[in-house]
């Protein structure tokens, strides 16, 4: 049997048109909260600038919110995957090191200091000046760690009852959540993106460090 008949065929013409118009809808969206803000645009002014009907916005993002954290899932998945798949010998606290150690969102991106800094100060003004945004950004974060608990209790055989796996997730994604506002802080202090990327490495390298003594022999891979 060849190799082309083995290989796993990628998505189908209707899957990559679906993926290109979730796209669009949602860099649309982006674009107009990054102009006026997010408050101020509805999700009809999203649809007509992206050529879609408002209930074909409403099929691929159940809420406006999630017209601009569309990529937000993608780090949920990233994250348990980190978890799960950590090599025998390895805790969570050190698949979750590896994990937020690596260069992620506008950090992991090519372009020049420039381009940065306007795309990470968008991000962050347009956050900052919605409660609503704020809002939504907690509730998933909360999702995150829910599910970052359960994957803990699973992998060490927790019973219902127990709360260890739970005050795991919450102090790995406290850790999370605590370098979000610090890098956000920075941004809007006028930063250069090169310095924040260094600031947020030994800012992240220090509070994993604080949960070494307590967790670096938790949940280990046998």
Known sequence: MSAETTTNPGPGLRERKKQQTRLHIAETARRLFGDRGFDAVTVGEVARAADVSEKTVFNYFPT??????SGMEAFEEHLLAAIRG???????LLAFRRFVLEPQGVFAMKGSAHELRRRLEGTTRVIAESPALRAR?????????????????????????????????????GVHRALIAFVRGRVLSGAPVTRIAGDLRAQAERALGLLEEGLGDYAVRR
């Open 64 to 69: 406006k919110e999630d017209l601009f954290y």
């Open 86 to 92: 950590r090599e025998p010998g390895e805790s969570v």
């Open 137 to 173: 950004e907690r509730e998933v974060l909360a999702r995150y760690t829910d599910a970052l608990a359960d994957l803990i209790a699973q992998d060490t055989g927790a019973a219902a009852e127990d709360v260890e796996p739970f005050v795991v997730a919450h102090a790995l994604l």
